[in-house]
T-cell receptor, first 117, second 114 residues
Framework: DSGVTQTPKHLITATGQRVTLRCSPR?????VYWYQQSLDQGLQFLIQ???????AKGNILERFSAQQFPDLHSELNLSSLELGDSALYFC????????????????FGQGTRLTVV | KNQVEQSPQSLIILEGKNCTLQ??????????LRWYKQDTGRGPVSLTI?????NTKSNGRYTATLDADTKQSSLHITASQLSDSASYIC?????????????FGTGTQLKVEL
């Protein structure tokens, strides 16, 4: 158990809908990362938050947004869903500061499997 | 362009045999390199982290090497077991605009058979 909790584990929804994925980081971790992994693809970085602030952005679609709350949990919102959004969405957390301490390790949750039908 | 490339893409070996997975990176500046193991449908789990000054690091049957000059790393698995069947991912972090971005390779899919 990595200590990172993601809910729900599975989600099935229709095209055009909106969903929210939730991530609770390990106790004490300030950084949260979101990744998308499509079938047979590598992990694609979406966005990073550190202590409530957006710190780095990857290839995240405009239909997607995220936030990190004062209690450090994070939510990834996916809207106007398309079939191609079906994927595993992983959250990872680390204690790392926004700069430096790059040797810290990221711990991954078990992912949310999103299926858009 | 900051990239991480892995080879082979997939590999099938017999139980008990050894294998070596390769990772080439162009991420700059370089701080460290990590190898993760990802079981199907599960989150990646860290196997080892190697910093710029380290050449070799072992974790049980896993041994990682790093050549920072040629920007190459390898992961050697000794006496493979069925449970080693998984995707092995090479990851290199870099700073982007104040944040830390983990650049992932596409992984090597290893299957260990009887």
């Amino acid at each position: 158990d990595s200590g990172v909790t993601q809910t729900p584990k599975h989600l099935i929804t229709a095209t055009g809908q909106r969903v929210t994925l939730r991530c609770s980081p390990r106790s004490g971790d300030l950084s949260v990362y979101w990744y998308q992994q499509s079938l047979d693809q590598g992990l694609q970085f979406l966005i990073q938050y550190y202590n409530g602030e957006e710190r780095a952005k990857g290839n995240i679609l405009e239909r997607f947004s995220a936030q990190q709350f004062p209690d450090l949990h994070s939510e990834l919102n996916l809207s106007s869903l398309e079939l191609g959004d079906s994927a595993l969405y992983f959250c990872a957390s680390s204690e790392g500061l926004s700069r430096g301490l790059m040797n810290t390790e990221a711990f991954f949750g078990q992912g949310t499997r999103l299926t858009v039908v | 362009k900051n990239q991480v490339e892995q080879s082979p893409q997939s590999l099938i070996i017999l139980e008990g045999k050894n294998c070596t997975l390769q990772c080439n990176y162009t991420v700059s500046p370089f701080s460290n390199l990590r190898w993760y193991k990802q079981d199907t449908g599960r989150g990646p789990v860290s196997l080892t982290i190697m910093t710029f000054s380290e050449n070799t690091k072992s974790n049980g049957r896993y041994t990682a090497t790093l050549d920072a000059d040629t920007k190459q790393s390898s992961l050697h698995i000794t006496a493979s077991q069925l449970s080693d069947s998984a995707s092995y991912i090479c990851v290199v972090p870099r700073v982007t605009g104040g944040g830390n971005k983990l650049t992932f390779g596409t992984g090597t899919q290893l299957k260990v058979e009887l």
